[in-house]
């Protein structure tokens, strides 16, 4: 099954963007995952299982790392990386 995550990090600290660009690093050595990222977000596209493995690893390792951070997702089951044409 094939789905699409938004994700946005929020390190509860003055020194916020490093975590940030590290944990989209690590996401990025995944090969099988596709990722989107912007200002706001970073979107997450592939199989279903895949992704979350990938996904709880990595914010296993930033909770480990980081003294607070909150994680805000929206999963759904659909792969929804095609722009539509308007």
């Excluded at 690590?26 to 493995?53: A, C, H």
């Excluded at 759904?76 to 722009?83: A, G, Q, R, T, V």
């Amino acid at each position: 099954m094939k789905c699409s995550i938004e994700i946005s990090m929020y390190p509860l600290h003055q020194q916020y963007v490093d975590p940030i660009i590290d944990f989209i690093k690590k996401l990025r050595t995944y090969p099988n995952l596709i990722l989107e990222t912007n200002g706001m977000s970073t979107q997450v596209f592939g199989d279903y299982d895949k992704v979350m493995i990938a996904i709880n690893s990595e914010m296993k390792q930033v909770f480990l790392n980081e003294h607070k951070v909150v994680f805000n997702l929206k999963v759904i089951n659909s792969h929804l990386h095609e722009k539509p044409q308007f």
